[in-house]
């Protein structure tokens, strides 16, 4: 059974950095598939970062230049690297991933909140 563990959050100060991990267990897929959500208090989930079919990284307009992903193959680990944090980059964070024929997994989320 297809099991994503996120970790890494917590408080940070504006401009501050984190590193979220996402583990991946009981999986046949490639780590690289792996893609991350976030959801602000009180709002829906939104794309961070997704792949596309074409191997093309997809950041959202709000992050790009500030986050970048990394994976660990040996570790079934990815990293989503996350720097000059904002106030308004508050929220739980998730890993995600589609499976064809399966659907979608997602992780129990880890809260990043960023002071001002």
């Known amino acids: 059974q297809v099991k994503l563990v996120e970790s890494g959050g917590g408080l940070v100060q504006t401009g501050g950095s984190l590193r979220l991990s996402c583990v991946a267990s009981?999986?046949?897929?490639?780590?690289?598939?792996i893609d991350w959500y976030r959801q602000p208090s009180g709002k829906q989930r939104e794309r961070v970062v997704t792949f596309g079919t074409d191997g093309n990284t997809n950041y959202a307009a709000s992050v790009k230049g500030r986050f970048t992903v990394s994976r660990e193959y040996a570790n079934n680990t990815v990293y989503l690297h996350m720097n000059n944090l904002q106030p308004e980059d508050t929220a739980v964070y998730y890993c995600h991933v589609f499976v064809p024929r399966a659907g979608n997994y997602w992780g129990q989320g880890t809260q990043v909140t960023v002071s001002s």
């Open positions: 009981g999986h046949s897929f490639p780590i690289n598939i």
